[in-house]
């Protein structure tokens, strides 16, 4: 699976973005995907998860009533709308891919075998 995230940029606190993750290959819809954020001297963090079939989605406390993520198994896509940005959110965001479905729970994200290149998010105040 080859993943291509897109849709970062700059804007101010309080605005919403969409970000968005491709994803090559005939078996998208088995996989479990998540979004993960690394932002300047911190480590990377889980933001959302959602399972293969996209009826169970997961979220870190930091985002959860903020952010949604979907995915859409016809066009291989996952997505993540991000509503009321804080300045805390500026990181690099990266899409990933895990053989778990994620029907029961998130997985670690060394359990992510396929990662996208990144899309910077950065946020002022």
């Known amino acids: 699976v080859q993943l291509q995230a897109s849709g970062g940029g700059l804007v101010q606190a309080g605005d919403s973005l969409r970000l968005s993750c491709a994803a090559s290959?005939?078996?998208?819809?088995?996989?479990?995907m998540g979004w993960f954020r690394q932002a300047p001297g911190k480590e990377r963090e889980s933001v959302a998860a959602?399972?293969?079939?996209?009826?169970?989605?997961y979220y870190a406390d930091s985002v959860k009533g903020r952010f949604t993520i979907s995915r859409d198994n016809v066009k291989n896509t996952v997505y993540l709308q991000m509503n009321s940005l804080k300045p805390d959110d500026t990181a690099v965001y990266y899409c990933a891919a895990t053989r778990s479905p994620l029907t029961y729970g998130p997985v670690a994200d060394y359990d992510y075998a396929y990662w996208g290149q990144g899309t910077l998010v950065t946020v002022s105040s």
């Open positions: 290959g005939r078996t998208f819809s088995s996989y479990g």
């Open positions: 959602i399972s293969y079939s996209g009826g169970r989605t």
